[in-house]
C-alpha cells in the first residue's frame, strides 16, 4: 500500500493514477482468476485508516487486505516485539517492512500454493527484493517510480523485473514472469553490508598488516 499505492515520505502518490491502475489491474485479475491483496507495514491502528480514506477500500474487502496486528507482533522474538513496540510509541505510522514477506507466505502456505504462483509489486530493493528472493522466495517486482533501499532513495539494479502505475507493464510478469538474475543485487547488497561492517576502511589493507604483524 504505502510507497505504490499510497503516499509514503517522499513519495507523492497521484491518486487518479493509482485508482485507474488498481481498476485495470482487478479487472484483468478478476479475468484470469488471480486473487489480488493489498499489504501494508503499518499497525492496523493506522492501516484500517488509511484504507478507508482512500479509494482502495472499493478493490479491497478485509479478507485481501493485510496488515500488521498485535498478534503478528506478539509472535516475534521479544526483543524484536519490544522494538517494534517501542518504534509505534515514537511514531504511530512506524512501518514493518518485513510484515510483507510473513504475510504473503503465510497465504501461499494456506492456499497450498508454489511461491512462483505469487507475485509481489513493491518498491525496495533490499527488503522487497534480497529479502524475498532469500526467504519466501516469491516473484517479485520492484516499483520503478519509487525505487528505495530500506526506506531511502536509491537506483535500479540491472538484472530485476520492475513495473509502473500502468497496468500493461504488470500483465506480462502475471502471464510469464521473466527469468531474473540476482548476481548484480546480491553484489550490491555483499557492498552494502561490507561497507555496514567495516565503515570506509580498505579490507585488503586490514588483510595485508594483519598479515605482516604475523610475519614479526
Request: hydrophobic share 40%; with cysteine; net charge neutral.
Amino acid at each position: 500500500m504505502e510507497g505504490v499505492l499510497l503516499s509514503h515520505k517522499n513519495y507523492k502518490a497521484n491518486e487518479r493514477r493509482v485508482t485507474s491502475f488498481v481498476s485495470e489491474l482487478a479487472e484483468y485479475c478478476g479475468q484470469n482468476k488471480i486473487e489480488l491483496y493489498l499489504i501494508s507495514g503499518f499497525h492496523e491502528s493506522v492501516a484500517v485508516k488509511k484504507h478507508a480514506h482512500s479509494l482502495l477500500d472499493s478493490f479491497f474487502d478485509k479478507k485481501h487486505f493485510l496488515f500488521v496486528n498485535d498478534t503478528y507482533i506478539s509472535k516475534k522474538q521479544e526483543a524484536d516485539a519490544r522494538l517494534h513496540r517501542d518504534g509505534l510509541a515514537k511514531d504511530p505510522e512506524f512501518v514493518d517492512s518485513y510484515f510483507k514477506q510473513v504475510a504473503m507466505k503465510d497465504v501461499v502456505d494456506k492456499r497450498h500454493l508454489f511461491p512462483s504462483d505469487a507475485l509481489l509489486l513493491s518498491d525496495d530493493l533490499w527488503v522487497d527484493g534480497y529479502y524475498t528472493n532469500r526467504f519466501s522466495k516469491l516473484d517479485f517486482a520492484i516499483f520503478e517510480e519509487n525505487i528505495l533501499d530500506r526506506g531511502k532513495p536509491a537506483e535500479p539494479i540491472s538484472g530485476l523485473a520492475y513495473f509502473s502505475l500502468n497496468v500493461e507493464s504488470v500483465k506480462p510478469l502475471l502471464a510469464n514472469f521473466p527469468k531474473i538474475d540476482f548476481s548484480a543485487l546480491d553484489k550490491y547488497v555483499f557492498e552494502a553490508m561490507k561497507n555496514i561492517l567495516i565503515g570506509d576502511t580498505n579490507f585488503a589493507n586490514v588483510v595485508r598488516k594483519s598479515l605482516e604483524k604475523k610475519k614479526g
